[in-house]
């Protein structure tokens, strides 16, 4: 069904669609290209603020409406992954997120053939709205890694800051993977992130969803955790669901049973998501401004919290040594089971 769909898509409208699809293929860099955010606005706040609460993980609200305390962040460099971008200052989460990104990178390399990841956004300090590039990420449960493989060397602070994005997608035709930069290992290592209980979805473009659909022959249970999305086509989103006792943090609905493989991926195949706003007499208004009273009350709270030391200081793994707990595993926050000690982020 898919198959033919694109077939006669391409017929009909590869060539006028081809602008009109462009912006909502592109991912990476290109939606950094963005105005700089009001001052006093939650994205212009959020974005200053350089070092995490004090204090246990907490997450407050949803992932594209909320924030986050006592963030950790991921190491630079480790002997499977390397943080890319680092002058964005958006390599923290909770300590949930970053064992995950860290155990994923093993696997991967053990069992995948893949080298080592490389680890986009995952959250701000605070978490919040960033001004560029993400609507979500905002709770330390997201997080972005290419799909480009590791080199054998440890990238200089200039190269992550400038290597290139790598997209899988063929640039003469509609949705449809390049079989020269695709390999059996990216499935490999989409699949294994998949695997994992706490992933809860994982963000791709719907060309490589079909990719996946058409040609996967292994396990298929967890492939209904890919999600279609616009983008994510020379990057995968993983998303975790709140952990387990997390009263302030907002799940989102499971996924839908099945694979995935159905009329809702068809339907990116067709010209209805590509498709440009029907014009109307009046302008459309400008967004408001998300403002810091527009999120969850405890998150002017997080803001006026004191800040750790250091980067070094609440980087995992130094931050669970120096609490004496193994490397790996974090505390869980009172607040994540529902209750609040004084002097901590109140309760919303």
Known sequence: MISALVRTFNLVSKLSLAATIGAGLISGDALAQQATPMPGSAKAIFGAVTLPTQGLPQSFGFYAKGCLSGAVALPTDGPTWEAMRLSRNRRWGRPEMIALL?????????????????????????????????????????????????????????????????????????????????????????????????????????????????????????????????????HFHIRIRCPAGSANCKPQAPVAAGDGCDKSLAWWFTPAPWAKPKPSEKPPAKPREVMVSDLPKACQAVLNAPSVASARAATFGAKAAAAGTPTGAMPVSSADTGSTPPGTVPQQ
């Open 102 to 234: 860290e155990r994923l990178s093993r696997d991967a390399a053990k069992y995948d053939g893949w080298p080592g990841i490389l680890v986009g956004d995952i959250s701000q300090p605070r978490g919040g709205p960033m001004f560029n590039g993400h609507a979500s990420h905002q709770i330390g449960l997201d997080a972005d890694v290419w799909l480009t493989p590791m080199p054998s060397r440890t990238l200089t602070a200039a190269e992550r800051e400038t290597l290139p994005f790598t997209s899988m997608l063929a640039k003469d035709k509609f949705l449809t993977i390049n079989d020269k930069v695709w390999t059996p290992e990216h499935a490999r290592l989409l699949m294994r992130a998949a695997s994992y209980p706490e992933v809860e979805r994982i963000f791709v473009n719907p060309a490589i969803k079909k990719k996946m659909c058409d040609t996967w022959t292994g396990d298929r249970a967890n492939l209904g955790k890919l999600r279609p999305e616009y983008g994510h086509d020379s």
